[in-house]
Structure formats: structure tokens, C-alpha cells
T-cell receptor, first 111, second 115 residues
């Protein structure tokens, strides 16, 4: 069995401030980890993924996430947020052919 | 490359009525998924197809929900009869299986409101 916990349902942050969205997971098998972003009235888009290799992964728009096996975490960070980052972010874990999503964190960027 | 298409985008029905959603996956993607996303929750997998066979439907309420994927391409998800708690966004996703890792591509979803 596998599960994902996103402790923060909403995170308000001022524009140009740093942000961290937390994600913890549990699984009985080795996993792949993902962050998806969902803008209003749209489907989910893959933001970044950890499959293997370097534990620090980056997206093209400045987000990064670090896989920490000992803490079973995959927190998402950005050093300086923009208004356009306002969206809902979902952490997901993939075991063998099965993906489980967290409940999501709404990032609200305040001008 | 065209993305995953879904229709309709929005649907409002009364409880006990029937409704159907349609999904056209990305060309060449053998795996198709239907998710239910209730407001404030993450997507929950309802059913997963590999070509036109069902891989996982363990969380599909089979007394009222049904899905089919004829010819291994398009898929239809039906609810009959609908209940108030079925109000949600129904997301379709597809992937091209390649080993253990299957990146899923999502459609825009169908927002269902049951009154």
C-alpha cells in the first residue's frame, strides 16, 4: 500500500518571497515521486519528477524538489514566487503501475 | 501533438438522472485512466484501462458507475443514477507504457454538478 500526505491545504505567500510545499509519502516498494500543478478549470500538468539519480530535481519555471528517502519526503520549493504561480499543487507517488495523489496544497501568491 | 480531449466540460443534472462523459486519449497511448476529483481532495482513480482491458477498477462504484473503452481508443464513463455525492470533476488521463514509469497526461476534466 502507498499513501501521500500534504499537510498544508493552503499556503499564502507574498510575491517574490520563498515558498515550501510539504509532501510526505509511505510505500512498501520503491517509488517514483511527482509534483503536478493544476490551474483553475484545467487538468493536472506535470511540474517535475524524481525517478532515480540526483535527489534534487528542477522544473523549467524555477521550482525544485528534493527526494529525502530517510524522511520519506519530497518537498517542493521556489526561492521567489510570482503571481502566475497561484495554483493548486499535488504531490503523487507511483509504485508499480499505480499512482496515488495527495489532497493538494493551494498556493496563493499575494501581490 | 494533440492532448487528451474530454467532453463535455461542464454538466448539471438532477439526482437520479444519468450522465456520460467522453475521453479521447493522446494518439498511441495504450493506457487510459478515469479519476474523480471531489472539491478539496486529490484525484482518486476510478478505473484504468490497458488497451480495451480493465487493469484496475477496485474503486469504481459498480452499482452506478460503468466505463468502457471500445477498440482501445476512446472511452466513456457513465453514471446511472447520479447521486448528490457524485458532484466532482472527472479527469481522464493517458500514458504510453514503458516499463515501471508511466507519465500521465491529463485532459481538462468535466465538472459535474448534481442537484
Amino acid at each position: 500500500a502507498q499513501s501521500v500526505t500534504q499537510l498544508d491545504s493552503q499556503v499564502p505567500v507574498f510575491e517574490e518571497a520563498p515558498v515550501e510545499l510539504r509532501c510526505n509519502y509511505s510505500s512498501s516498494v520503491s517509488v517514483y515521486l511527482f509534483w503536478y500543478v493544476q490551474y483553475p478549470n484545467q487538468g493536472l500538468q506535470l511540474l517535475l519528477k524524481y525517478l532515480s539519480g540526483s535527489t534534487l530535481v528542477e522544473s523549467i519555471n524555477g521550482f525544485e524538489a528534493e527526494f529525502n528517502k530517510s524522511q520519506t519526503s519530497f518537498h517542493l520549493r521556489k526561492p521567489s514566487v510570482h503571481i502566475s504561480d497561484t495554483a493548486e499543487y499535488f504531490c503523487a507517488v507511483s509504485g508499480y503501475q499505480k499512482v496515488t495523489f495527495g489532497t493538494g496544497t493551494k498556493l496563493q501568491v499575494i501581490p | 501533438e494533440a492532448g487528451v480531449a474530454q467532453s463535455p466540460r461542464y454538466k448539471i443534472i438532477e439526482k437520479r438522472q444519468s450522465v456520460a462523459f467522453w475521453c479521447n486519449p493522446i494518439s498511441g497511448h495504450a493506457t487510459l485512466y478515469w479519476y474523480q476529483q471531489i472539491l478539496g481532495q486529490g484525484p482518486k482513480l476510478l478505473i484504468q484501462f490497458q488497451n480495451n482491458g480493465v487493469v484496475d477498477d477496485s474503486q469504481l462504484p459498480k452499482d452506478r458507475f460503468s466505463a468502457e473503452r471500445l477498440k482501445g481508443v476512446d472511452s466513456t464513463l457513465k453514471i446511472q443514477p447520479a447521486k448528490l455525492e457524485d458532484s466532482a470533476v472527472y479527469l481522464c488521463a493517458s500514458s504510453h507504457p514503458s516499463g515501471r514509469y508511466n507519465e500521465q497526461f491529463f485532459g481538462p476534466g468535466t465538472r459535474l454538478t448534481v442537484l
